[in-house]
């Protein structure tokens, strides 16, 4: 195996990141053991990693940006720092309910729920205000059938025909 | 599994996922409820590996402490959104990413954009050419220097690979999260970066 051929690289600088799993990393040794091609190509990529890791140390952050950070943090608007009485008495899932999305999911099941009540309110009372009217068109229609019409004209004013004067009058009066 | 041997003595191996999961876990929770102490101990365990991510990215003190605080800042904001409490690191990490790329957008746009490190660097290169004075190239500083200045012209997808990789000691499973990207596409970065860099070097020896 060459160290320039991609794969074969690729799988070489897996193995020094120590990426490969056990079957892998032990043939890639015993490969490493035997080819000094890609041993010579896999010792300048380590020696150049660690050349790396020591050129480029790490830096200790300085500590004012802790400062500021947390100067900015304190001028946050209060939404985000729940304080005094809510920050012990309210469970943490109620105070999560504050994110954005909970809170439209919230207001849209109330609104659902509102509208819906709404709507069964309105068809309650149309039903009530129509049991209602008949309710009052049987009375009146009873008392005129029981008192006969005295007019003898439909309630559009127009005579009433012989046949349709009252079919119900006999049963009414009992006959 | 493979090597993981003969690291400088000058490095210290990070501790990603070391800590106690709990631990974490707990000083999160409290954070979300707005205690900036717990936010001050996640603060404390993270801002080392956070600056130096930016550090060796951007290459600029000044920018890589922007960077950090405007890092922290956003996820002390965003913590509550964050479900996923056990990836709260490679969250962390895309923040900063994010930041870095928005960083290197404004560097572009001023005037001079080339801070002193990055003059230096190209000094560093030209003076590397064995076109331009082989004897400058024996003076021209320790091998480290000349490696550096490598390091700093890969491409940003290579550095940031190999950063993540190799100085802070990410698994490539864990930078493949933070970079969005396939598990072999960080395997391939990760060694055209070496590639890039073994080529220059062997080119720099020989000169």
């Known amino acids: 195996m060459s160290g320039r051929n991609c794969i074969e690289g690729i ?3 897996a193995y020094l990141d120590g990426e490969l799993g056990d079957e892998d990393a032990a043939r890639a040794e015993m490969h490493l053991a035997t080819c000094s091609k890609c041993s010579t190509f896999y010792e300048g990529m380590k020696s150049d990693r660690n050349l790396l890791v020591g050129a480029l140390p790490d830096e200790a952050p300085p500590a004012n940006i802790k400062v500021q950070l947390f100067q900015r943090i304190d001028a946050e608007p209060e939404a985000n720092q729940p304080s ?9 899932w109620i105070l999560s309910l504050r994110s954005r999305s909970w809170a439209l999911a919230c207001a849209s099941i109330v609104l659902l729920a509102v509208i819906l009540s709404a709507f069964h309110l309105q068809n309650h009372i149309e039903y009530g205000r129509m049991l209602a009217e008949i309710d009052h068109s049987r009375t009146e229609w009873v008392a005129l059938g029981k008192a006969g019409n005295p007019f003898n004209i439909d309630i559009n004013g127009a005579p009433l025909r012989p046949s349709t004067k009252n079919p119900f009058a006999a049963y009414l009066n009992g006959h | 599994m493979g090597t993981t041997e003969n690291l400088p003595n000058s490095f210290s191996p990070p501790d990603i996922g070391m800590e106690l999961p709990e ?3 707990t000083y999160l929770n409290k954070a979300k409820l707005g205690d900036p102490e717990s ?7 993270y801002v080392v590996r956070i600056f130096n991510f930016a550090l060796h990215l951007v290459g600029s003190r000044e920018d890589a402490e922007d ?17 996923d409490q056990a990836h709260f690191e490679q969250w962390l990490y895309k923040i900063a990413r994010n930041e870095i790329y928005k960083n290197r957008g404004k560097a572009k746009l001023r005037p001079d954009s080339l801070d002193d490190t990055e003059k230096g660097i190209i000094h560093i290169l030209k003076s590397a050419d064995p076109a331009s ?7 021209s500083g320790e091998l480290g220097e000349k490696l550096k200045a490598i390091f700093r012209s890969l ?3 290579y550095k940031e690979t190999l950063v993540l990789a190799t100085l802070q000691g990410l698994s490539y499973q864990e930078i493949s999260g933070i970079m ?3 598990l072999s596409s960080v395997k391939t970065d990760v060694y055209r970066a070496r590639l890039i860099i073994t080529e220059k070097m062997r080119k720099y020896s020989s000169v």
């Open chain 1, 11 to 13: 799988l070489l600088s």
């Open chain 1, 84 to 92: 005094g009485i809510l920050a012990w008495t309210w469970p943490g």
């Open chain 2, 23 to 25: 631990a974490l876990d």
């Open chain 2, 39 to 45: 936010f001050s101990e996640i603060y404390d365990r």
């Open chain 2, 67 to 83: 960077i950090t605080q405007e890092t922290f800042l956003l996820a002390y904001r965003n913590l509550k959104d964050l479900r």
């Open chain 2, 133 to 139: 004075n082989p004897e400058n190239n024996l003076l």
């Open chain 2, 155 to 157: 491409p940003m997808q």
């Open chain 2, 180 to 182: 969005g990207r396939s």
